[in-house]
């Protein structure tokens, strides 16, 4: 099966190209990326040799592209997106123009190539937030769609997007809305590599507010392990919610950073908290666990944080140029 990959180069998707094609030896990749900001050649260098991969160059807004490449594919894994909450709200037009309107031009180009089978991955976020007050409280697939932020909005959007081509012209969709990631090849301006690295430097790490946000935290490898199973067994029209069952709060989550490197809690700044910033995301993933037998295995902590936290330590190399961008 070949199977195009769309972000590829990103932290998610690179995590998805190298754990596929260790998993499933009879796949191909083809991996479109647009190498913004976040997209890395340097995350895919250990199988940039692998002739079951190859990489092309493009924008996913691109529709002669599209068509190219995915006529070339059985499948699309959509990573591609812009994805970073505090970007979305100093540039909200360009999460539209890449989350909403690449999104369309990729399921449009499936359909027109005979009904690939399509895998969009999303967000928790889309679901908005939940109240601290009431921990009993997660997610479930049918939860009211009520993004916060532009980046959460696009989102949803895209979400429906794809679904609707599933209803609409019986496009073979399913979609996955995923918690917070952590593993290795995440951009450092995310807050675990943000911390790990500030703290290396020997810098501050900002805390937004009151640091009492909570969050659920799943590792990225077990997040590419669903997508595995989603793509192989999910069913067309059907949402899948994926979710590591391991809640912190970003005060907690920062402490333990602390702790891992040896750091004193005065390493703490304090900072003004992001405009409309969400309390509480959850996720009930049994779903998946009940129709599709994935559960997550990597994403305990505090073993899985401190293999992440080690890994940033031992890759300065990777992350340093990054922290300049």
């Not at 430097?201 to 946000?213: A, E, F, Q």
């Not at 590792?219 to 069952?245: F, K, M, Q, S, W």
């Not at 402490?255 to 750091?263: C, E, R, T, V, W």
């Amino acid at each position: 099966m070949r199977i195009l990959v769309t972000g590829g180069c990103g932290f998610v998707g690179s995590n998805f190209v190298r754990l596929a094609l260790s998993l499933r030896p009879e796949w191909q990749i083809v991996n479109l990326d647009n190498l913004s900001y976040s997209g890395n050649l340097e995350n895919l260098r250990d199988v940039e040799s692998d002739p079951r991969y190859r990489f092309v160059h493009g924008d996913i807004n691109d529709y002669a592209l599209d068509m190219e490449t995915i006529g070339q594919c059985d499948s699309v894994v959509h990573f591609a997106a812009e994805s970073h909450v505090d970007r979305s709200i100093y540039n909200p037009r360009r999460f539209i123009e890449t989350n909403v309107l690449g999104t369309q031009t990729l399921l449009e180009c499936s359909r027109r190539s005979g009904g690939k089978r399509f895998v969009h991955v999303s967000t928790d976020e889309v679901y908005g937030s939940l109240p601290l007050e009431r921990p009993e409280l997660r997610f479930t697939e049918e939860s009211p769609i009520t993004g916060n932020s532009p980046y959460a909005a696009s989102k949803a959007a895209s979400d429906l997007i794809a679904l609707s081509y599933h209803r609409t012209f019986e496009l073979n969709v399913s979609v996955t809305r995923c918690s917070n990631n952590f593993g290795a090849f995440q951009y450092p301006e995310k807050v675990i590599p943000l911390f790990v690295t500030n703290l290396i430097d020997d810098k501050t790490v900002p805390l937004y507010g009151d640091g009492k946000n909570i969050r659920d935290w799943l590792h990225v490898e077990d997040h590419c392990e669903a997508l595995i199973a989603v793509l192989e067994c999910g069913v067309a029209g059907r949402v899948y919610n994926i979710g590591g069952d391991n809640e912190r709060s970003n005060l907690e989550l920062t402490h333990s950073i602390l702790d891992i490197l040896g750091k004193t809690r005065d390493r703490i700044q304090p900072v003004t908290d992001r405009p409309g910033h969400d309390r509480r995301y959850a996720i009930d993933a049994s779903r998946i666990s009940d129709e599709l037998g994935w559960l997550p295995t990597r994403s305990a902590w505090p073993e899985a944080l401190a293999n992440t936290v080690k890994w940033y330590t031992e890759h300065e190399k990777w992350w340093r140029r990054l922290k300049v961008k």
